[in-house]
């Protein structure tokens, strides 16, 4: 059965810092792994979306990378903002499958 | 095209009784998918459709729970008998005819629900 784990679960950091978000799966037979951004009782919003025969995918301030064969991947922010506060969600599409096993999230503060 | 749209909002109903939540994709878009999030979680996969088949279904989609889509447009998901751990918020997802394993997905805002 897949499992996704992130860590950290809460960061808080000031505003202008970089910060890397860890996202690892122990299944690594996945068709690819995405990362969404959740605010405050609201729905999901897609940021990226890696295949697992890519390595990394980059829009705007964020990049994302994938390694399969470890069952790892990575969010960078750069220059975080306050705007960027939110919870940030990990989730893999097993091959053959259209479901989405999510993370539980790492809640990102950037303060001013 | 404004998304995908989730009604209610919120809904908070007592113990034992029945809800219903609809969803209303992205006109375009030919499948259809329910998550389930408490609090603190990530999202569970609930159900998927393809047109009006139903194609996935989670083992947490218990007896009480039945979701339909019917014309292969909008969707609901009804709930019988609720339970207080009922209480959540309910996702609905679309995605084109590509799938969303390669095309991504869009959410709804979602559904809270509080059963008291």
């Known amino acids: 059965k897949q499992e996704v784990t992130q860590i950290p679960a809460a960061l808080s950091v000031p505003e202008g810092e970089n910060l890397v978000l860890n996202c690892s799966f122990t299944?690594?037979?996945?068709?690819?792994l995405q990362w969404f951004r959740q605010d405050p009782g609201k729905g999901l919003t897609s940021l990226l979306l890696i295949q697992s025969s890519q390595r990394e995918q980059t829009s705007g301030r964020l990049n994302a990378s994938l390694d399969k064969s470890s069952g790892r991947s990575t969010l960078y922010i750069a220059a975080s903002q306050p705007g960027d506060s939110a919870t940030y969600l990990c989730?893999?599409?097993?091959?053959?499958?259209?479901?989405?096993?999510f993370g539980k999230g790492t809640k990102l503060t950037v303060n001013p | 095209d404004t998304g995908v749209s989730q009604d209610p909002r919120h809904k908070i109903t007592k113990r034992g009784q029945n809800v219903t939540f609809r969803c209303d994709p992205i006109s375009e878009h030919n499948r259809l998918y329910w998550y389930r999030q408490t609090l603190g979680q990530g999202p569970e996969f609930l159900t998927y459709f393809q047109n009006e088949a139903q194609l996935e279904k989670s083992r947490l989609l218990s007896d009480r729970f039945s979701a339909e889509r019917p014309k292969g447009s909008f969707s609901t998901l009804e709930i019988q008998r609720t339970e207080q751990g009922d209480s959540a918020m309910y996702l609905c997802?679309?995605?084109?005819?590509?799938?969303?394993?390669?095309?991504?997905?869009?959410f709804g805002s979602g559904t809270r629900l509080t059963v008291v």
């Open positions: 997802a679309s995605s084109g005819p590509l799938g969303g394993a390669q095309g991504g997905y869009t």
């Open positions: 299944d690594s037979a996945i068709y690819n």
């Open positions: 989730a893999v599409n097993q091959g053959g499958s259209e479901k989405l096993v």
